[in-house]
């Protein structure tokens, strides 16, 4: 015969369950949030430099520009990187 504690604990431990794969969904995405953040940023940097070099004449600002699209790369790299190190440790 079933009482109502066997129930409860079972009940209990379904919802442990459930309670641990919506905390490893939540982790993943959160995972693929940054790795957005690293390409939007990446992106704003591209964009600003090719701006930069393209649009301005004193050699100052191209420098810069050169510099941001290379800190845009960086970026890029160091993202995919993060990314692919984060999601191996979390499997």
Excluded: C
């Excluded at 066997?6 to 982790?27: F, P, V």
């Excluded at 100052?60 to 190190?85: D, K, V």
């Amino acid at each position: 015969m079933k009482t109502s504690d066997d129930i409860n604990h079972r009940t209990e431990k379904s919802d442990l369950i459930l309670r641990e794969e919506l905390a490893k969904d939540r982790t993943a995405l959160a995972y693929e949030r940054t790795f957005l953040a690293y390409i939007r940023t990446a992106a704003a940097f591209l964009a600003a430099g090719i701006s930069m070099v393209y649009f301005f004449i004193p050699i100052i600002i191209q420098a810069i520009g050169y510099a941001f699209i290379s800190l845009a790369f960086i970026i890029f790299i160091f993202g995919i990187i993060r990314y692919r190190r984060i999601k191996q440790l979390s499997k």
